[in-house]
């Protein structure tokens, strides 16, 4: 079963039972398509709420859709697809900095540990301080990528007058 067809399963799954919210981890590549999918649950009153509690430090985390009051007479959609993208790219840029750091506070043990086996030279420590030297370029790269990322779909969706992300009482 492909991933698009497993997210709709469970869609049609939530809107037969009336549930009034569902989780979805998606299996489908990137986010485009699945903004198209919450375009498609949006269809059917429920709405995209982010990453579900406790999931944000996986690599596919659960997403959250809650059940509009008046989900059974609606007719279209509220949000542009392109709107739903940007609220999942602000979600995904939360996530980038603090598992990526981290990873890269790790790795200088993981290096530390290879060195023992061979012995530490100077060429060696020399070796593994610029591996980590390049991890950690690669990581300020990263790091300033998603965060123009966010900066860009922020400014789309206050120009489009949605508050993102969401308060806890609405």
Known sequence: MTGERRLLDELMKAVEQESPQFVVR????GLRKFAAFAHVAE???????????????????????????????????????ELLYSQMVVDASGRYTPRVLSN??????????FLVFPGYTVMSV????????????????????TRHRKTKHLARLSVAGVEWPPRADA
């Open 26 to 29: 998606p299996h489908v590549p």
């Open 43 to 81: 269809r059917f009153g429920y709405h995209y709420l982010g990453h579900a509690q406790g999931s944000t430090a996986l690599n596919n985390p659960y997403f959250l859709f809650r059940r509009a009051p008046d989900a059974g007479e609606r007719a279209i959609p509220v949000t542009d697809v």
């Open 104 to 113: 890269l506070f790790i790795l200088p043990i993981v290096l530390a540990v």
């Open 126 to 145: 020399l070796v593994a301080v610029g591996v980590w030297l390049a991890f950690f370029a690669c990581y300020l790269v990263g790091l300033g990528v």
